[in-house]
């Protein structure tokens, strides 16, 4: 166990870190992502770290560094993202990209939650291993990738594991889950994600027959018929249902509640039961335990004068890992009934759902790291309602790859409420825990055999 000074210490080198790279501006669009890749090598390469900037553009390059494993031990990647969201300055207490700490211990700025937070620690834990000359069994590899927050310009970590294959580990600690919830029976969890819905457009379209608008009744609108199956959609929530992935986490909190364990149609009323322990967790276990659509852009007639043949919604399909776009239209189509002519299409495929196993050593080393540093906070598996870069290394290399940044000081509804939105901002404290949690954890996975 560390002495306090240390932590503080261990503390104040991340914030200055996280704080050097908040100051530069990597929104994206464009990205810029070049600059804070650099920034990380300086500071890597200072303590003895091998780094290298691997780019398919100039300004868009990725940082891979890597402290080599001397034997046949588990590798560990260390993954983050160096673009942020775009930040407009009003409405900020404080500038986006300050990088300042205010006088309640506060890091402000863009990418203080989302996340060059977790760059930062991620990144002075591999550079305290490589100074007090740690050699890991297996590679210890800090990868930070582009283009995540758009991540369609393909020179990020989608680019990244077709190149390099050498950056296929075992392991993967990710972003994904903050959260560390007190809830209603005084009990505490803390998050680990262990996987992402996956995320995909679905297109209905109404089917009539085009008339001329002199009199409503004329031919078959098919507006009128899309406001029926819009209606008929409801909240868009299609099928309900449990993993094995996220069966601990219901359990947990079922027992929490003092209510029953629930299997098929009581499924509701278990998480009506389970999300009564907190108010984030309404929406938290909603989304967890179901594929849902949420519909967000419309289109009918072109022309004023004529009533369409065909209307269309389109909407956004975030779907259970295992969930196929066959499974999504015969939800819908139960949902819409059958007595009214509509098509169901996918027009952007489903695609990023993918899960690790939770039986695992990372997990029982985040799982024990909780227990010595908040202890009564138990660690529970969660799914990510968006996808991260994690589904890559799941998708190329089998990684087991978690999203886990452990808090203790920031409350939940600060971290969240500035997450892609206003006064973004975490507590110092927690880039010390979070820097003394990726140390023990490369210390345990870096000491194991295979
Ligand atoms: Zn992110």
């Not at 930062?120 to 297996?138: D, H, K, Q, W």
């Not at 759902?353 to 909780?370: H, Y």
């Not at 010595?372 to 969660?382: A, I, K, N, Q």
Request: charged fraction near 20%; include cysteine.
């Amino acid at each position: 166990m560390p002495t306090e000074a240390e932590t503080a210490e261990l503390r104040d080198e991340a914030v200055r870190l996280a704080s050097d790279l908040i100051k530069i501006d990597s929104a994206n669009p464009p990205g810029n992502e070049t600059a804070v890749a650099s920034v990380l090598m300086r500071y890597l390469q200072a303590r003895g770290v091998g780094c290298e900037l691997v780019a398919r553009e100039r300004d868009r390059a990725n940082l891979i560094a890597r402290l080599p494993g001397s034997g046949n031990g588990p590798s560990l990647a260390l993954l983050g993202h160096s673009d942020v969201v775009p930040a407009d300055a009003r409405g900020w207490q404080h500038p986006p990209f300050s990088g300042l700490v205010d006088g309640d211990g506060y890091l402000w700025g863009r990418g203080a939650v989302d996340m060059k937070n977790e760059i930062a620690t991620r990144a002075v834990a591999l550079g305290v291993l490589a100074s007090a000359g740690f050699t890991p069994r297996g590679d210890l590899v800090l990868i930070v990738a582009a283009d995540e927050e758009v991540g369609t310009a393909d020179v990020g970590l989608s680019w990244l594991v077709r190149q390099r294959p050498d950056i296929g580990t075992d392991f993967a600690l990710n972003e994904g889950s903050a959260e560390r919830l007190t809830l209603a029976s005084g009990a505490t969890i803390a998050t680990v994600a262990v996987g992402e819905k996956a995320a995909g457009c679905v297109r209905m379209t109404a089917v009539g027959e085009a008339a001329a608008t002199i009199w409503p009744g004329l031919g078959a609108n098919a507006v009128p018929r899309l406001a029926t199956l819009i209606d008929r959609l409801g909240p868009g929530i299609l099928a309900r249902r449990v993993l094995p992935s996220t069966r601990p986490l219901l359990d947990r909190l079922l027992a929490e509640a003092g209510a029953f364990a629930a299997a098929g149609e009581a499924l509701p009323a278990a998480l009506a039961a389970a999300g009564s322990l907190h108010p984030a967790l309404e929406s938290l276990l909603g989304s967890m335990f179901a594929d849902t659509v949420a519909l967000t852009r419309l289109g009918g007639s072109g022309s004023l004068n004529v009533m369409p043949a065909r209307a269309w919604a389109e909407g956004d399909c975030r779907a259970l890992p295992g969930t196929t776009e066959e499974d999504v239209v015969a939800s819908l189509t139960r949902l819409l009934g059958d007595d009214l002519p509509y098509e169901l299409e996918f027009a952007q495929p489903l695609a990023g759902g993918s899960v690790s196993a939770v039986d695992t050593p990372l997990f029982e080393v985040c799982r024990r790291f909780v227990a010595r540093h908040d202890p009564g906070t138990t660690l529970v598996p969660t799914l990510c309602p968006s996808f991260t870069d994690s589904h890559y290394l799941r998708e190329a290399f089998g990684t087991v790859a978690y999203g886990f940044w452990p808090v203790r000081s920031t409350p939940y509804e600060v971290m969240y409420a500035g997450l892609h939105g206003q006064d973004e901002r975490v507590h110092v404290d927690d880039l010390g825990y979070a820097t003394l949690f990726h140390i023990e954890t490369c210390l345990a996975i870096g000491s194991m055999d295979r």
